[in-house]
């Protein structure tokens, strides 16, 4: 009910309080979020650049093979 109201209040305020009623909205489920502490940033940071030199390097792998076959096919 009280969901429906403030859009409904929302509609009728104009173009002003429509601008206004998205910030307190975005606000406020900003103020529900869980952030992570600073350790948890730090560990996912870590593994994001692990698996990307990882995926790197597997790709380096793969395209060094395909050029060696390619030029064994085409000497």
Same mark, same amino acid.
């Given at each position: 009910?009280? =969901? &429906?109201?403030?859009?409904? =209040?929302?509609?009728? =305020? %104009? $173009?002003? %309080?429509? $601008?206004? !009623?998205?910030?307190? &909205?975005?606000?406020? &489920?900003?103020?529900? +979020?869980?952030?992570?502490?600073?350790?948890?940033?730090?560990?996912? *940071?870590? +593994?994001? $650049?692990?698996? +990307? +030199?990882?995926? !790197?390097?597997?790709?380096?792998?793969?395209?060094?093979?395909?050029?060696?076959? *390619?030029?064994?096919?085409?000497?």
């Amino acid at each position: 009910m009280a =969901a &429906e109201r403030k859009a409904l =209040a929302r509609s009728k =305020a %104009g $173009i002003f %309080g429509k $601008i206004v !009623g998205f910030f307190m &909205e975005s606000w406020q &489920e900003l103020q529900k +979020v869980s952030w992570p502490s600073s350790k948890d940033v730090k560990n996912f *940071t870590l +593994v994001v $650049i692990a698996v +990307v +030199v990882f995926v !790197g390097v597997c790709l380096f792998l793969f395209d060094s093979f395909l050029a060696m076959f *390619t030029r064994s096919l085409f000497d």
